[in-house]
């Protein structure tokens, strides 16, 4: 008998243009593997996401996208809380509220800040601020996406 020969067909070679086109995360099969399928819908909820899937006040994505340009005139007493705020940033808010409280009770004629209120100014300022999403009790995740409507943490179960 005589041994007969197996056609395998050529392997295609990867030329240097094609190493240098962008990968499209569109030519992957869709994933039947549980931790592979959420990965891929959590990649296509990033590429598609905008800032009103999670976020409902009007004014706030008006802030968001139309930030400040102008550098307001700051009176002494919020540079020197807005300094201290950030020589302090590295510690916990009671550190900042103890320290205005010595401060305040030194110079009682021009007290510093809250920390609300100066967290309030580097808000303004800086235009970035604190965006509050519901997250799991045990930080496992946050709801928004796919996750957007469980009553219930998928990792943990708490509610």
Same mark, same amino acid.
């Given at each position: 008998?005589? #041994?007969?020969?197996?056609?395998?067909? #050529?392997?295609?070679?990867?030329?240097?243009?094609?190493?240098?086109?962008?990968?499209? %995360?569109?030519?992957?099969?869709?994933?039947?593997? *549980?931790?592979?399928?959420?990965?891929?819908?959590?990649?296509?909820?990033?590429?598609?996401?905008?800032?009103?899937?999670?976020?409902?006040?009007?004014?706030?994505?008006?802030?968001?996208?139309?930030?400040?340009?102008?550098?307001?005139?700051?009176?002494?007493?919020?540079?020197?809380?807005?300094?201290?705020?950030?020589?302090?940033?590295?510690? #916990? *808010?009671?550190? %900042?509220?103890?320290?205005?409280?010595?401060?305040?009770?030194?110079?009682?004629?021009? $007290? +510093?800040?809250?920390?609300?209120?100066?967290?309030?100014?580097?808000?303004?300022?800086?235009?970035?601020?604190?965006? *509050?999403?519901?997250?799991?009790?045990?930080?496992?995740?946050?709801?928004?996406? $796919?996750?957007?409507? +469980?009553?219930?943490?998928?990792?943990?179960?708490?509610?």
């Amino acid at each position: 008998m005589e #041994p007969q020969e197996h056609h395998i067909p #050529p392997v295609p070679l990867i030329t240097p243009v094609q190493l240098r086109q962008p990968l499209s %995360y569109n030519t992957f099969p869709c994933a039947f593997l *549980k931790n592979l399928a959420l990965s891929q819908d959590m990649i296509a909820n990033i590429r598609n996401a905008q800032l009103e899937d999670d976020i409902d006040n009007a004014a706030l994505l008006y802030q968001l996208r139309n930030p400040s340009r102008d550098v307001p005139e700051l009176d002494e007493q919020t540079q020197i809380s807005l300094e201290l705020f950030s020589a302090l940033a590295a510690h #916990p *808010k009671s550190a %900042y509220e103890e320290a205005c409280h010595i401060f305040n009770k030194t110079c009682p004629d021009s $007290p +510093l800040h809250s920390y609300w209120v100066v967290k309030s100014h580097l808000e303004k300022l800086s235009g970035v601020m604190q965006i *509050k999403m519901d997250m799991c009790p045990n930080s496992c995740l946050a709801f928004t996406s $796919p996750f957007a409507n +469980l009553q219930q943490c998928p990792e943990c179960a708490e509610p």
